[in-house]
T-cell receptor
Framework: GNSVTQMEGPVTLSEEAFLTINCTYT??????LFWYVQYPGEGLQLLLK?????DKGSNKGFEATYRKETTSFHLEKGSVQVSDSAVYFC????????????FGRGTSLIVHP | DGGITQSPKYLFRKEGQNVTLSCEQNLNHDAMYWYRQDPGQGLRLIYYSQIVNDFQKGDIAEGYSVSREKKESFPLTVTSAQKNPTAFYLCATSPGSETQYFGPGTRLLVL
């Protein structure tokens, strides 16, 4: 079956540091890949997505590239802010099925001033 | 103002009691989902519905029930059979694509 593995957190950084959150996946088909973000006490919201190999998703300074050869979709940001503190979820959706996504366990990011 | 509303924000359940969590959407999305979120465990799918009057069990349906009588509404009942209901419950919708849209969540606590 499908699965998503994320690096464990929390990831603790100082403001303006470079961020990488690793995500690898296992899927039988050609899934679409997503990053969702969850701020404290709220629901998840879509951060970015990529639908095919070598696609780069980007939003709010965050980027992730769909790497089929390494089955990865790592999240990066060049300079984090305190307001980026949240939990980040990597997910995949198998388009051949019923669009039920598979989520990773989430990675907590804490950014200090 | 389009969106997904969940109510209440906090809900307290007594032993042996059934409680119902509300999820309403005005996005005109066909599919709706219920997830349970526990610390360090990510999201687990409870039930989903892709069309009115039809729904399917997810990975952890035991102790829960749902109905989908209207496109806009997908209430979740946590029954007394669910022995460990304390969690954050998230409702989501989808327009039949891969992207999901989430409500603000309901936190259920046991008295």
């Amino acid at each position: 079956g499908n699965s998503v593995t994320q690096m464990e957190g929390p990831v603790t950084l100082s403001e303006e540091a470079f961020l990488t959150i690793n995500c690898t996946y296992t899927a039988t088909g050609y899934p679409s890949l997503f990053w969702y973000v969850q701020y404290p006490g709220e629901g998840l919201q879509l951060l970015l997505k990529a639908t095919k190999a070598d696609d780069k998703g980007s939003n709010k300074g965050f980027e992730a590239t769909y790497r089929k050869e390494t089955t990865s979709f790592h999240l990066e940001k060049g300079s984090v802010q305190v307001s980026d503190s949240a939990v980040y979820f990597c997910a995949l959706s198998d388009r051949g099925g019923s669009y039920i996504p598979t989520f990773g366990r989430g990675t907590s990011l804490i950014v200090h001033p | 103002d389009g969106g997904i509303t969940q109510s209440p924000k906090y809900l307290f359940r007594k032993e042996g009691q059934n409680v119902t969590l509300s999820c309403e959407q005005n996005l005109n999305h066909d599919a709706m989902y219920w997830y349970r979120q526990d610390p360090g465990q990510g999201l687990r799918l409870i039930y989903y519905s892709q069309i009115v009057n039809d729904f399917q069990k997810g990975d952890i349906a035991e102790g829960y029930s749902v109905s989908r009588e209207k496109k806009e509404s997908f209430p979740l009942t946590v029954t007394s059979a669910q022995k460990n209901p304390t969690a954050f419950y998230l409702c989501a919708t989808s327009p039949g694509s891969e992207t999901q849209y989430f409500g603000p969540g309901t936190r259920l606590l046991v008295l």
